[in-house]
């Protein structure tokens, strides 16, 4: 599944879902999660769970750009409802910019990103 909108001739959200083993795959979200996107990764995530065989659902956010509330309100709701179905959502690997947004609104801990470090410079890994 890859997800491309057109934004000005540029995607805003590009979305691709990668399965890596027989239950698990990695969404890669890539460009901005926002008022105007979410719901493309709400979407994203509520197929994988409506398709069912899925138990682990790991999100990289390496290549995004730029989160507002709306986008950190739908990862914590996207981790709050995979729980209430049994279903692990965790984040495999984050940017700085990301890491630092997630840790101010004090999201980190319940999305599952480790504490910051000072030498962390481009890259908080999560397994």
Known sequence: M??????????RLRIAVEKVGPDEVTVSVRGELDLATADQLRSAISALLNRGAVTCIGLDLRGLDFIDSTG??????????CQQVGVKLRL???????????????????L??????????????VD
């Open 72 to 81: 950190i309100g739908t990862l914590v709701v996207a981790q709050r409802i």
């Open 2 to 11: 890859d997800n491309a909108p057109a934004a000005q001739g540029r995607p």
């Open 92 to 110: 495999t690997a984050v940017n700085a910019f990301a890491a630092r947004i997630l840790g101010v609104v004090g999201v980190d801990d319940s």
């Open 112 to 125: 599952g990103l480790p504490p910051a470090h000072p030498d962390t410079v481009d890259l908080v890994g």
